[in-house]
T-cell receptor
Framework: GENVEQHPSTLSVQEGDSAVIKCTYS??????FPWYKQELGKRPQLIID?????GEKKDQRIAVTLNKTAKHFSLHITETQPEDSAVYFC??????????????FGKGTKLSVKP | KAGVTQTPRYLIKTRGQQVTLSCSPI?????VSWYQQTPGQGLQFLFE???????NKGNFPGRFSGRQFSNSRSEMNVSTLELGDSALYLC?????????????FGSGTQLSVL
C-alpha cells in the first residue's frame, strides 16, 4: 500500500523567512496530494491541494510543487507569519474505488515561526 | 452550512469495554472517512464509507468497525478496548464528485482508555 514520508518533523524559522516541507510517496498510482494545517487543539484544515496532472499550484503565500518522476511533493510558505505556526500534514491518495477518502498522511511537521 | 459534527467530544472507557462514536457529515456529502490520530503515528486511515458501503479500509484489526446510514451519518465502533486505542478519532466528509475531492474534518472524539 501507499506510504508517505514527511520531513522535517520540526521546523523553526524567523518571521518573514520561507519554510519548505517535503514529502515522498511510494505508490506511483497516487494522483491527489493535499496539505492540511492543524493548529493546537483544532481540526486539520485543507490549505492547498494538487493533482498529478499539475506540476505546481500557488495560493497567495503558499505553493505546492509535485515531481511525479521522483514521487515527491513539497509545500512552500513564503513571508512566514506567527499565525503560520502549526502542524502541517501532507497526504496522498490514488482514488482507489473512485474516492479520495482513503488519504494516507505523513507524520506531520511542527512549524514554529518566531517573531 | 454546518460543518462535520462528531459526538461525543470526550470519552473515558476502561479496558475491555466497547465504544461507539458518531459522525454527521456536511449536508450533501456522501463519503465519510475515519482517522485515528496519535502523537507518535500521526493520522492513520481507518475506513471510508460511501452509500452505506465500506469502500476502503486501512490496516486496523477487526475490533474497529463502522457503518453508514441512509442519511450519510456514520458510526464507528471499537470493541474490547485496549490502552493503545487511546487517541483522537477524526471523521471527515467529502462531496466525492470528480474534481472535488476535498476532505473536511470534524473536531474529533478524544478517547481515553484506562
Amino acid at each position: 500500500g501507499e506510504n508517505v514520508e514527511q520531513h522535517p518533523s520540526t521546523l523553526s524559522v524567523q518571521e518573514g523567512d520561507s519554510a519548505v516541507i517535503k514529502c515522498t510517496y511510494s505508490d506511483s498510482a497516487s494522483n491527489y496530494f493535499p496539505w492540511y494545517k492543524q493548529e493546537l487543539g483544532k481540526r486539520p484544515q485543507l490549505i492547498i491541494d494538487i493533482r498529478s496532472n499539475v506540476g505546481e499550484k500557488k495560493d497567495q503565500r503558499i505553493a505546492v510543487t509535485l515531481n511525479k518522476t521522483a514521487k515527491h511533493f513539497s509545500l512552500h510558505i513564503t513571508e512566514t507569519q506567527p499565525e503560520d505556526s502549526a502542524v502541517y500534514f501532507c497526504a496522498a491518495s490514488n482514488g482507489n474505488g473512485g474516492s479520495q477518502g482513503n488519504l494516507i498522511f505523513g507524520k506531520g511537521t511542527k512549524l514554529s515561526v518566531k517573531p | 452550512k454546518a460543518g462535520v459534527t462528531q459526538t461525543p467530544r470526550y470519552l473515558i472507557k476502561t479496558r475491555g469495554q466497547q465504544v461507539t462514536l458518531s459522525c454527521s457529515p456536511i449536508s450533501g456529502h456522501r463519503s465519510v472517512s475515519w482517522y485515528q490520530q496519535t502523537p507518535g503515528q500521526g493520522l492513520q486511515f481507518l475506513f471510508e464509507y460511501f452509500s452505506e458501503t465500506q469502500r476502503n479500509k486501512g490496516n486496523f484489526p477487526g475490533r474497529f468497525s463502522g457503518r453508514q446510514f441512509s442519511n450519510s451519518r456514520s458510526e464507528m465502533n471499537v470493541s474490547t478496548l485496549e490502552l493503545g486505542d487511546s487517541a483522537l478519532y477524526l471523521c471527515a466528509s467529502s462531496l466525492d464528485d470528480p474534481g472535488d475531492e476535498k476532505l473536511f474534518f470534524g473536531s474529533g472524539t478524544q478517547l481515553s482508555v484506562l
